[in-house]
C-alpha cells in the first residue's frame, strides 16, 4: 500500500542531544515537509523540499535541520539548539494535487 | 500576515446534533483552503478543500463546508454528529504561488452520549 511512513512513534532526547526523525514515502511524491504540533497551536511549518537535493526554511526553522538526498526520505534532525523540542511532529507530502497526505507523527519528549 | 483563524477552541454537541465549526481567513486573493480531521496520536486526513466554483462543497463523512467570500470565512457543517466524529478538526489555507499551508490553532469536538 502507498504511504508515508514516520518512525519512531515515540521518540526520547536527553539533554545535548541530537535526534532524527525518519520519514519515508512510496507515493512517488516531489514535495515533503515537516510540522510542529503543540497543544492549543495548530501546525506549524519547519522545513519543506519541493525537489530532491533543495529544501526552505519554514516558519520555525531554528534549531531544526534536513536533508533530501533522496525522492523517498526527508529525515528531521532536532538538534541540541532547539531548546523547547518537546511536542508531535508530523511529516507530509504532495504530489501533483493540491492534498496533503500524513504520516502517523512522531511523539517527541525531552528526558 | 495571510492566515487562517480558528475562533472556537472546544465545542461540546450531543450525538445527532447539528454541528458547525468555524474558520476565518486573511488572503488577499482567493484561496486554496482545506479541512483536515485528527484523532490522538495519529496524523491528519483530509476531510474537504475548496479551490473555486461551487462555494458549497462535499466532503468524505458526511461533512460539508460553505465559502463566504463576503464574510472570509469557510465553516465546516455536518447536519447530524456521530459519536466517532469526536476528534480535532483543522481549517487550513493558503494564496497564490506560497504552496505552504498555513494552519489553524484548531477545534476539540466532543460528542456527548
Known amino acids: 500500500d502507498g504511504g508515508i511512513t514516520q518512525s519512531p512513534k515515540y521518540l526520547f532526547r536527553k539533554e545535548g542531544q541530537n535526534v532524527t526523525l525518519s520519514c519515508e514515502q512510496n507515493l512517488n511524491h516531489d514535495a515533503m515537509y515537516w510540522y510542529r504540533q503543540d497543544p492549543g497551536q495548530g501546525l506549524r511549518l519547519i522545513y519543506y523540499?519541493?525537489?530532491?537535493?533543495?529544501?526552505q526554511k519554514g516558519d520555525i526553522a531554528e534549531g531544526y535541520s534536513v536533508s533530501r538526498e533522496k525522492k523517498e526520505s526527508f529525515p528531521l534532525t532536532v538538534t541540541s539548539a532547539q531548546k523547547n523540542p518537546t511536542a508531535f511532529y508530523l511529516c507530509?507530502?504532495?504530489?501533483?494535487?493540491?492534498?496533503?497526505?500524513f504520516g502517523s507523527g512522531t511523539q517527541l519528549s525531552v528526558l | 500576515a495571510q492566515s487562517v483563524t480558528q475562533p472556537d477552541i472546544h465545542i461540546t454537541v450531543s450525538e445527532g446534533a447539528s454541528l458547525e465549526l468555524r474558520c476565518n481567513y486573511s488572503?488577499?486573493?482567493?484561496?486554496?483552503l482545506f479541512w483536515y480531521v485528527q484523532s490522538p496520536g495519529q496524523g491528519l486526513q483530509l476531510l474537504l478543500k475548496y479551490f473555486s466554483g461551487d462555494t458549497l462543497v462535499q466532503g468524505i463523512k458526511g461533512f460539508e463546508a460553505e465559502f463566504k467570500r463576503s464574510q472570509s470565512s469557510f465553516n465546516l457543517r455536518k447536519p447530524s454528529v456521530h459519536w466517532s466524529d469526536a476528534a480535532e478538526y483543522f481549517c487550513?489555507?493558503?494564496?497564490?504561488?506560497?504552496?505552504?499551508?498555513?494552519f489553524g490553532s484548531g477545534t476539540q469536538l466532543t460528542v456527548l452520549p
Open positions: 507530509a507530502s504532495r504530489g501533483d494535487t493540491e492534498k496533503l497526505f
Open positions: 487550513a489555507g493558503y494564496s497564490g504561488s506560497a504552496r505552504q499551508l498555513t
Open positions: 488572503y488577499g486573493a482567493t484561496p486554496y
Open positions: 523540499s519541493q525537489i530532491v537535493n533543495d529544501f
